[in-house]
């Protein structure tokens, strides 16, 4: 099953001097995009977590949050309190929301945590070679949840992606039905055009133009070629574990078949279901984005 880039996960390590909590959030991106916002993480370890998680989330805009909160009676704390209550208390003069709502303060709290002054970098240094593994452990959970999310999100994105190429094979059956009608509106067009100029034109003759002119607006091709693309687009997600890029071209190709059969159309029926696949081949290529 396909995964979703978005996704979120948090794990706490309880170490000696108090409790690391790991975040991890992750939205689309072309390529894995590491951020790791946070000084705690020591600096010989950074390499090891930037491969791991390139390694578990592939791709996607990763960041990865480290906070600490000291235990009870422990004199480590790398988190500079003035400056904090200072940026707090010029927030809340200004902020339409009353800090006395206890979302909007923690909300506040949080986004001032992750300013570079709030925390001391001499202080920083709070996670020992011994605490490691605890939080490499709190890394691995935390990383498990966030590809949790990833999948629970994947089969909401399936069934929307899926559902809406069999529409669009659905429309393009609708176009099928229109075509023997579009063909005889056609003769009567040119039929109609010729008895305005009373003209005869020899029959035989009339009926070998009209096969001609018809080839130029003849869709057969973008209908097989649409089909094929549908078929390989449903494959793709079905069997690849991560078909993101891949579908991108896919789609692609798909919208080329749409447009130009949009271009031979010559049937107002017919561009009005072709409109109608592009509206939702649209909302496929968003969604898309979106597929690891």
């Known amino acids: 099953m396909i995964q979703s880039m978005t996704g979120y996960g948090k794990a706490e390590a309880h170490i000696s001097g108090g409790k690391i909590t790991l975040e991890i959030r992750s939205l689309n991106g072309k390529n894995a995009d590491i951020n790791i916002k946070s000084s705690l993480l020591p600096k010989d370890k950074e390499l090891e977590v930037r491969k791991l998680l ?21 004199d480590i704390s790398p988190i500079n309190t003035e400056t904090l209550m200072a940026h707090f208390r010029e927030v809340r003069d200004v902020s339409p929301v009353p800090m006395q709502d206890p979302v909007a303060a923690a909300t506040l709290l949080g986004s001032l945590f992750r300013l570079p002054d709030v925390v001391d970098a001499r202080k920083a240094d709070v996670i020992g070679p011994e605490d490691w593994p605890q939080v490499a452990a709190a890394l691995s959970q935390a990383l498990d949840a966030l590809c949790a999310y990833r999948s629970k999100e ?113 049937h107002a029926g017919i561009q009005q279901l072709v409109v109608r696949m592009k509206d939702e081949l649209e909302k496929v290529r968003e969604q898309s984005m979106n597929i690891l």
């Open 154 to 266: 994947g089969a909401a994105l399936y069934a929307d992606v899926t559902g809406r190429v069999n529409g669009i094979l659905g429309l393009y059956d609708q176009v099928e039905a229109l075509e023997g009608e579009r063909i005889a509106l056609v003769r009567e067009k040119l039929t109609r055009a010729l008895a305005d100029l009373h003209a005869s034109p020899n029959p035989e003759r009339f009926e070998q133009e009209l096969i001609f002119y018809l080839e130029k607006y003849d869709i057969n091709e973008e209908k097989v070629r649409l089909r094929q693309h549908c078929k390989y687009f449903m494959e793709v997600i079905d069997s690849e574990p991560y078909p993101g890029k891949k579908l991108g071209f896919i789609i692609q190709e798909m919208g080329r078949e749409i447009n130009t059969t949009g271009s031979k159309a010559n």
């Open 54 to 74: 390139a390694e578990k989330l592939v791709r996607g805009t990763i960041d990865l949050y480290l906070s600490f909160e000291p235990s009870a009676g422990s």
